[in-house]
């Protein structure tokens, strides 16, 4: 059974600290992205990595970063974490051959932060 | 700016009733068009796509959707709501010069005994 896993599925975090979410895909998926999801603002595109080393902003990418060093791994990085960056992460993945391949998505990672 | 509207944040149905979800978008071309599902405390699955060919598509658990280009649409239906059917319902376009879907707002879906 394919799989998109995330290092939690709750967080809790004080404002100020370096927050490392970790996603991992077991597809060899090329493509990898991070979401936000916030009650009636649907999912928000952070980031997006077309492939190892490979990065490119979303549509918030704004007090994040995010590292790609291994194919099946991809890490969204908060800096310094804030109040307004609680939220649900959603991590998934995707097949690069064309575009109408659908999305893998984890489970999530709630984040409170403090 | 091409977008996606989903009509409705919330629709209530009671069990054994159809099931509509609206999705509409801008696109002067036609989109590839998905719709994932979102259980409690869970992350999204695809419950359906289309992509070319017939415009009916049917998908996991018994719901369907059709494309209709001259309304630049594409609802969800199924015609008998179950209980389990309670979820997130994220309508997502890959539209045209676009590599990425976007995704709609969500459409929460209430089943009533």
């Known amino acids: 059974d394919v799989k998109v896993t995330q290092s939690s599925r709750y967080l809790v975090k004080r404002t100020g600290e370096k927050v490392f979410l970790e996603c991992v895909q077991d597809?060899?998926?090329?493509?990898m992205f991070w979401y936000r999801q916030d009650p009636g603002l649907g999912l928000r595109l952070i980031y997006f990595?077309?492939?190892?080393?490979?990065?490119e902003k979303g549509d918030i990418p704004e007090g994040y970063s995010v590292s790609r060093e291994k194919k099946e791994r991809f890490s969204l990085i908060l800096e310094s974490a804030s109040t307004n960056q609680t939220s649900m992460y959603l991590c998934?993945?995707?097949?690069?051959?064309?575009?109408?391949?659908?999305?893998?998505f984890g489970p999530g990672t709630r984040l409170t932060v403090l | 700016a091409q977008s996606v509207t989903q009509l409705g944040s919330h629709v209530s149905v009671s069990e054994g009733a159809l099931v509509l979800l609206r999705c509409n978008y801008s696109?002067?071309?036609?989109?590839?068009l998905f719709w994932y599902v979102q259980y409690p405390n869970q992350g999204l699955q695809l419950l359906l796509k289309?992509?070319?060919?017939?415009?009916l598509v049917k998908g996991i658990n018994g719901f369907e959707a059709e494309f209709k280009k001259s309304e630049t649409s594409f609802h969800l239906t199924k015609p008998s709501a179950h209980m389990s059917d309670a979820a997130e319902y994220f309508c997502?376009?890959?539209?045209?010069?676009?590599?990425?879907?976007?995704f709609g707002r969500g459409t929460s879906l209430i089943v009533h005994p």
């Open positions: 997502a376009p890959l539209l045209w010069g676009s590599y990425i879907p976007t």
């Open positions: 597809m060899d998926h090329e493509n």
């Open positions: 990595s077309y492939d190892v080393k490979m990065k």
């Open positions: 289309y992509t070319t060919g017939a415009t």
């Open positions: 696109s002067s071309v036609p989109p590839y």
């Open positions: 998934a993945s995707k097949k690069r051959t064309s575009g109408w391949n659908e999305q893998f």
